[in-house]
Nanobody, 115 residues
Framework: QVQLVESGGGSVQPGGSLRLSCSAS????????MSWYRQSPGKQREVVAH???????HYRASVRGRFTISTFNAQNTALLQMNGLRTEDTGVYFC?????????WGQGTQVTVSS
């Protein structure tokens, strides 16, 4: 099992940027999908972006062109670069690592976009 820890959240004004990190303990290998989810107040958790172990990326339509996902680097850290933030991007962001046999989540990091 892999432990995931998110960081990098905070409060920004509309149009601002944040870079979220997801640090993983343990060995990451084989087939996997690494995803970022968010949960906004009063809404269900939704996927923001995901990347496969093969490097295939997928973005939610509302963030495409503004967010960039990258997979785990040599330091076992994955990133979500968020530019052009909007108020509707506010929420708790979670990283998720899914393999054929495991499904691990971090504790989440708060992102608040407000003027």
């Amino acid at each position: 099992q892999v432990q995931l820890v998110e960081s990098g959240g905070g409060s920004v004004q509309p149009g601002g940027s944040l870079r979220l990190s997801c640090s993983a303990s343990g060995t990451i290998s084989g087939v996997y999908i690494m995803s970022w989810y968010r949960q906004s107040p009063g809404k269900q958790r939704e996927v923001v972006a995901h990347i496969s172990s093969a490097g295939t990326k997928h973005y939610r339509a509302s963030v495409r062109g503004r967010f960039t996902i990258s997979t785990f680097n040599a330091q076992n850290t994955a990133l979500l670069q968020m530019n052009g933030l909007r108020t509707e991007d506010t929420g708790v962001y979670f990283c998720n690592l899914e393999t054929p046999t495991t499904d691990d989540w971090g504790q989440g990091t708060q992102v608040t976009v407000s003027s």
